[in-house]
Structure formats: C-alpha cells, structure tokens
C-alpha cells in the first residue's frame, strides 16, 4: 500500500471537497465535522463521476400502516453526495449507498500526520 500526502489539514474547511489524482486515478478527499474520508471518483452506477456531483441532504419516510400515510422528513443536510449523471445518492460519512443495500463508494484510508493528510492506496 503507498502512501500519498494530498493536502494540509488547514487546506479543507467543514463542508468541503478536494478532486486529486493519485497513481492514474482520481480520488475526492472530503471533510465533515472534522474528519476526513477519500473516495474513488466512480459511481457504482455506471462508471459516472459520483464525487463531483452536488452535496445536499436526503428525505427518509416513515410509513404508518395504521394510518396509510407516509412522512418526508429532511435529513443528514451536507452529508450525501448526489452523482451528476443519474442522481444517486451516497452517504459521505460511510461511503454506502442510499438505494442499494450493501453498495458503497470505492474508500481509501485517510489519516492526519503532522498538519498533512494522507491517503493511502
């Protein structure tokens, strides 16, 4: 596994997202309430650029079969990332997809060494 150093802590506010390319591949490098998570560029989908699509939040829904009504409820607001082809929505604390149980975002170790970020592939 080889080691790359991709940016300084101080580079990347809360909120927000660097594209970079290491060894041929492009990698985002994003970083939510402090933590830093890199992600392969590539949507499960069909190969499109997941990490370059907008950053918004989601609607989960409550069904009550007593009642037959469904509830929208807007939630994890700058957590989930939304490919710019087709629209599929990815969880950036975990990488999983919001439509598809058990599919992920290619990941990649990251960690913080002496004000620097590393990622490892």
């Excluded at 907008?54 to 939630?75: H, K, M, N, P, V």
Aim: net charge negative; proline share 4%.
């Amino acid at each position: 596994m080889s080691e790359h150093t991709v940016a300084t802590v101080s580079e990347l506010e809360d909120g927000d997202r660097k594209l970079i390319e290491i060894e041929g591949r492009e990698i985002a490098l994003f970083r939510l309430d402090g933590e830093f998570r890199a992600y392969t560029n590539w949507c499960i989908h069909q190969g499109g650029p997941a990490c370059e699509g907008s950053i918004t939040g989601t609607s989960d829904a409550e069904f009550d079969r007593d009642e037959l009504q469904t509830e929208l409820q807007w939630s994890k607001e700058g957590e989930v990332l939304n490919c710019p082809w087709h629209g599929w929505e990815y969880d950036i604390p975990t990488g999983d997809c919001l439509s598809k149980e058990g599919a992920k975002l290619p990941s990649h170790p990251v960690r913080v060494e002496d004000g620097d970020v590393v990622v490892s592939l």
